[in-house]
């Protein structure tokens, strides 16, 4: 069984542009964030299988394609070495059990990658995902940001760079007790 980063992409991985159309094509809406990429080098090096888990409901709106998200995602695997990608396409309304805050994409990539989910980390600046790694057992670790919320959460960090401080240092003392 092999640890897991689950990253959420918008807001940790990319940044979106100010003052684009949401009729521009995704990829003019964001940029890949290249102050994240050494950092999430770092986590790769310790052994993490690299995760994206990402609610998309633009997809069911109908204001992305699906060829513009799979652009946009061959993207962030060049740039993040990423292992895979776990979408939501779904709306609010259709409450299925793989938009989070449920945790539907998490237990998906665990199956496929047969994670544990115990030694696995979640980094995300949204509340939505410290619910679902409550739910799983994973540690969460939110960025400071104006939509984390008051849910539970295991660290507040003010940076990637200090959140993957944190993991590398959690995951070498778990490392540690387990030998």
């Keep these: 069984m092999k640890p897991a980063l689950f990253f959420e992409d918008v807001g940790v991985l990319t940044i979106p542009r100010q003052n684009i159309s949401q009729s521009a094509p995704l990829a003019d809406r964001f940029q890949v964030n ?51 990608i776990f979408i939501c396409p779904h709306d609010d309304a259709d409450r299925c059990p793989c938009r989070k805050p449920r945790d539907g994409l998490f237990k998906e990539a665990a199956h496929k990658w047969h994670l544990e989910m115990e030694r696995s980390f979640v980094i995300s600046d949204k509340w939505q995902d410290a619910e ?23 660290f507040l ?18 490392q540690f007790t387990m030998a």
């Design 34 to 84: 290249h102050d994240a990429i050494a950092s999430v080098r770092r986590l790769k090096a310790a052994g993490f299988i690299l995760i994206v888990a990402s609610n998309k409901p633009e997809l069911s709106r109908g204001t992305i394609s699906r060829r513009e998200l799979d652009q946009a995602h061959g993207l962030l695997r060049q740039s993040f070495s990423l292992d895979d």
């Design 132 to 154: 679902a790694a409550r739910s799983l057992g994973c540690t969460s670790v939110l960025l400071q940001s104006p939509t984390i919320g008051k849910v539970h959460r295991d």
């Design 157 to 174: 960090v003010p940076n990637l760079e200090a959140a993957v401080d944190k993991i590398l240092h959690l995951h070498g003392a778990r």
